[in-house]
C-alpha cells in the first residue's frame, strides 16, 4: 500500500511568488492533515479536511494560505504571495478513523519550502 | 509555553544503552503519541497510549503516561544505531478534535 506522497520535496521561491504544494493521501483516509515545521519551531498544525469539508482550519496563519481538496481525494496548499517566514516543512497526514481514541495519522516525507 | 514540551533536547548514547525521554503538557488530553522522525523523512507513528493507560509496550519502545503529572516518557531499550533520529511527543486534546499538537522533539544520537 502506498503511503502519504508529497510534492515537491523541495521548492525554492522568492518573496511575492506563488507556490502550490501538493499532498497525495492514503487510498480510503477521509482525513486528510497539514502541519509545518518552521526553523526552530515545533510541528505546528495548519488544517483538517474530512473528505472535502475543512474541519477545523484553526492553525491556518493568515489569509495568504489556502487550502483544497476538491473531489475529497489529494490536496494542494498554496501559499500567495510567499513571505520569508513561511519558510519551513510542510506535512501532510492522513487517517482513516474520525474519533479522538484512536487517532493514527500516517505522515508524508514533507515539502521543504525556501522563500528567498 | 507549548502544549507539549520534551526534555531532554538532545540525547546521545552508545549502542546498547537505554534511551529515556520525556515530554510534558498543560491540558487534559485525550490521547498521547509517540513519533520518530529520521534525517529528511517523514514522521513514523510509533505508538498512542490512551489518557486511561499508564503504560504501553511495542517492541523495544515503552511509554509510561501519568496524567496527574501531565507528563509521558518514552523508552527505548537496548538502542541501536538505526534508532538515530529525532523523537516527538504530540497529544490530542479533547476539545480540540482530531489535531496533534506536538512538543519540539529530542534528538537521539546511538552512537556505534
Known amino acids: 500500500e502506498a503511503g502519504v506522497t508529497q510534492f515537491p520535496s523541495h521548492s525554492v521561491i522568492e518573496k511575492g511568488q506563488t507556490v502550490t504544494l501538493r499532498c497525495d493521501p492514503i487510498s480510503g483516509h477521509d482525513n486528510l492533515y497539514w502541519y509545518r515545521r518552521v526553523m526552530g519551531k515545533e510541528i505546528k498544525f495548519l488544517l483538517h479536511f474530512v473528505k472535502e469539508s475543512k474541519q477545523d482550519e484553526s492553525g491556518m496563519p493568515n489569509n495568504r494560505f489556502l487550502a483544497e481538496r476538491t473531489g475529497g481525494t489529494y490536496s494542494t496548499l498554496k501559499v500567495q504571495p510567499a513571505e520569508l517566514e513561511d519558510s519551513g516543512v510542510y506535512f501532510c497526514?492522513?487517517?482513516?478513523?474520525?474519533?479522538?481514541?484512536?487517532?493514527?495519522?500516517?505522515f508524508g516525507p514533507g515539502t521543504r519550502l525556501t522563500v528567498l | 509555553s507549548q502544549q507539549g514540551e520534551e526534555d531532554p533536547q538532545a540525547l546521545s548514547i552508545q549502542e546498547g544503552e537505554n534511551a529515556t525521554m520525556n515530554c510534558s503538557y498543560k491540558t487534559s488530553i485525550n490521547n498521547l503519541q509517540w513519533y520518530r522522525q529520521n534525517s529528511g523523512r517523514g514522521l513514523v507513528h510509533l505508538i498512542l497510549?490512551?489518557?486511561?493507560?499508564r503504560e504501553k509496550h511495542s517492541g523495544r519502545l515503552r511509554v509510561t503516561l501519568d496524567t496527574s503529572k501531565k507528563s509521558s516518557s518514552l523508552l527505548i531499550t537496548a538502542s541501536r544505531a538505526a534508532d538515530t533520529a529525532s523523537y516527538f511527543c504530540?497529544?490530542?486534546?479533547?476539545?480540540?478534535?482530531?489535531?496533534?499538537?506536538f512538543g519540539g522533539g529530542t534528538r537521539v544520537l546511538v552512537k556505534p
Open positions: 497526514a492522513s487517517s482513516q478513523v474520525s474519533g479522538t481514541d484512536n487517532n493514527e495519522q500516517f
Open positions: 497510549i490512551r489518557s486511561n493507560e
Open positions: 504530540a497529544t490530542v486534546i479533547k476539545a480540540a478534535g482530531n489535531k496533534l499538537t
